[in-house]
């Protein structure tokens, strides 16, 4: 058996008026918001769907369906919070995340710190275990056109 298990995730979520704008747990002000069932986080989700994959536990909607009224408007924070405990309950810890926020607006560089601050938190790692980077699409697909906003993420799990 292996001592390590990566994995990775993606999100996107469409842009949407009267919503918060929620990244890496950290509200950021714009005009628009992210639209979904919780409160949206592109960045978490994409973080909670690396740390399943890492052990074949499948992805985020099987643990909290947008069909289930009890994640309606959810911090995302809470969720990571209760897949950190399964990878820890199925003997695991989690040993770094690296992440990509895809957005054209707005800019992410003054928050980086804050988010990389709150999952740290959640996650019960050191911050410089976190990496958080933004860049844009170049104007190019529903991200370039301000449509919505992705997140990449890797997370390496290590057996206890």
Not at 35 to 54: E, F, N, P, Q
Not at 86 to 108: F, H, M, Y
Request: overall charge negative.
């Amino acid at each position: 058996m292996f001592n390590i298990r990566i994995g990775n995730g993606y999100d996107i979520h469409q842009l949407s008026v009267n919503r918060r704008l929620i990244l890496g747990g950290v509200e950021i002000p714009h005009e628009l918001g992210l639209l979904g069932h919780s409160d949206a986080d592109v960045l978490t989700h994409a973080i909670m769907d690396a740390m399943l994959g890492a052990l074949s536990l499948g992805d985020i909607g099987l643990y909290f369906p947008p069909s289930d009224p009890q994640w309606a408007g959810a911090d995302s924070l809470v969720l990571l919070s209760k897949v950190n405990q399964l990878i820890s309950d199925r003997g695991w810890l989690l040993g770094n995340i690296d992440s990509v926020v895809v957005a054209e607006r707005p800019k992410l560089k003054p928050h980086i710190s804050a988010m990389r601050d709150r999952l740290a938190n959640v996650l019960q790692i050191p911050a410089d275990c976190i990496g958080i980077k933004a860049t844009t699409n170049e104007k190019l697909g529903p991200v370039g056109r301000e449509e919505g906003i992705a997140a990449h993420a890797v997370a390496l799990l290590v057996a206890k």
